[in-house]
């Protein structure tokens, strides 16, 4: 996935993924804690439905919101916006597994989960660009020769 982010920045790499998440409080607890306070929506099947979490703190402002995947009938437009099928926040990250699938960071949206998962890279996921550490490139670039 080139090309997605502006100059200077970059997709998160599985490891960075992993990095937020431990520093979050592990799997269990770092959804809730990267999860916006409000603002969840989802297609439940018969209509658009707006949900409050017991357990969303966005405690480092990362506010992520629910958006689902491309699958589905309600990830079409649907009355004045957009929105998700899954109650759950999907962020797409640099490293692939194979040519057609890539890694992704879920954030669940009935519980405080964040895990990183596969999926095809023709699904439409969110991204959450890095801005790139300039002075840890040229540290990398110094070592290689």
């Known amino acids: 996935m080139q090309g997605v982010c502006p100059v200077g920045w970059h997709l998160p790499r599985k490891q960075e993924w992993k990095t937020l998440i431990a520093v979050a409080g592990g799997e269990e607890t770092a959804g809730g804690m990267l999860k916006a306070r409000n603002g969840w929506r ?3 099947g018969f209509g658009v439905v707006s949900c409050k979490h017991k357990d969303a703190y966005d405690y480092f402002g990362f506010t992520a919101l629910s958006f689902g995947d491309s699958l589905g009938k309600c990830s079409w437009k ?3 916006g ?3 099928r899954t109650p759950y926040a999907n ?4 490293t692939g597994n194979y040519e057609d699938e890539s890694i992704y960071m879920k954030i669940g949206g009935f519980n405080s989960r964040a895990e990183l998962l596969y999926s095809r890279k023709d699904t439409l996921f969110s991204v959450r660009c890095v801005k790139d550490d300039v002075k840890r490139k040229s540290i990398a670039v110094a070592t290689d020769t």
């Open 42 to 44: 989802y297609c439940n």
């Open 78 to 80: 649907f009355l004045s």
């Open 82 to 84: 957009f929105f998700p």
């Open 91 to 94: 962020f797409w990250s640099a």
